[in-house]
């Protein structure tokens, strides 16, 4: 029996985090929403049209519709079991409820959709099985795009082109604190691992980063990371400045 259950783990944990694209069909899709109808008609053909509103998008098509070439993949949260102290990162973060009739595993996930040009989202999803958390997660990361400013604030650069970030940003989730910062062209993602996934999804190519406080619990590290690509939208900036940084996208357009 115990043989039966570690293959079967095994087998789950096997499973590609790769989400197959099954294509999106625009006939076969019955909106559900005023917005998902102006989208299916045509009234509405640029996501920034919902994005810069603040509009809630509640179905997932609308992003596939508007949004094609998005890529979906999943961050590794948790720890695979292992012998002696050691335990391989994981996308599943498996977690067990103790009750009378035995222990409940529950599967976690954590996904990231993005096109690699300005557009990211990031999405939890937890369920008894692995399958349905990938779905769920996949699915709440859609809902949740957000749209980044580009540009170049590096004072050892200074090229105006749209390869790092324009100012440095905090993010924070929980006692997890992650801090990102413009690099000079070459630098690359000078970053935590999975945190260099959420950047090149998001289309940033340059960036210094820094997690502190809290950073055992992954997870909570990769909410402030997108919390910090969050804040590049939320800052005002002047137009004299979306010139001399050389800023791509964002609201203040
Ligand atoms: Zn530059």
């Known amino acids: ?56 998008i509640l179905e997932t098509q609308i992003v596939d519709m508007l949004l094609p070439g998005l890529q979906v993949d999943l961050l590794e949260v ?17 977690t067990q409820k103790k009750s009378k009739e035995g222990n409940k595993p529950s599967f976690a996930t954590v996904a990231i959709c993005g ?12 369920a008894k099985e692995t399958v349905p958390a990938r779905e769920k997660a996949t699915r709440k990361a859609k809902l949740n795009i957000i749209k980044i400013k580009r540009g170049c604030g590096s004072w050892e650069c200074g090229c105006s082109q749209a390869h790092s970030i324009p100012f440095t940003v905090d993010g924070k989730c929980s006692s997890a604190l992650f801090k990102l910062m413009p690099a000079p062209k070459g630098t690359k993602l000078c970053t935590e691992r999975e945190a260099q996934k959420i950047l090149r999804y998001a289309g940033i190519n340059d960036v210094y980063g820094k997690a502190r406080g809290q ?34 996208g964002g609201r203040n357009e």
């Open 1 to 56: 029996m115990a043989e039966r259950k570690k293959r079967r783990f095994k087998e789950d944990n096997n499973e590609s985090g790769i989400v197959k694209d099954k294509g999106f069909d625009k006939e076969a899709w019955k909106p559900k929403t005023e917005l998902g109808k102006k989208v299916k008609n045509g009234d509405i053909t640029n996501i920034d049209q919902i994005l810069d509103r603040g509009l809630p």
């Open 78 to 94: 948790g720890q695979s079991k292992g012998k002696f102290g050691g335990g391989k990162r994981s996308i599943w973060r498996q």
């Open 215 to 248: 950073t055992r619990t992954k997870l909570n590290v990769m909410y402030a990371c997108f919390d910090a690509l969050k804040q590049l939208t939320r800052v005002k900036v002047k137009d004299k400045q979306i010139k001399q940084l050389g800023i791509v």
């Open 115 to 126: 096109n690699g040009n300005g557009y990211v989202g990031m999405g939890f999803g937890k």
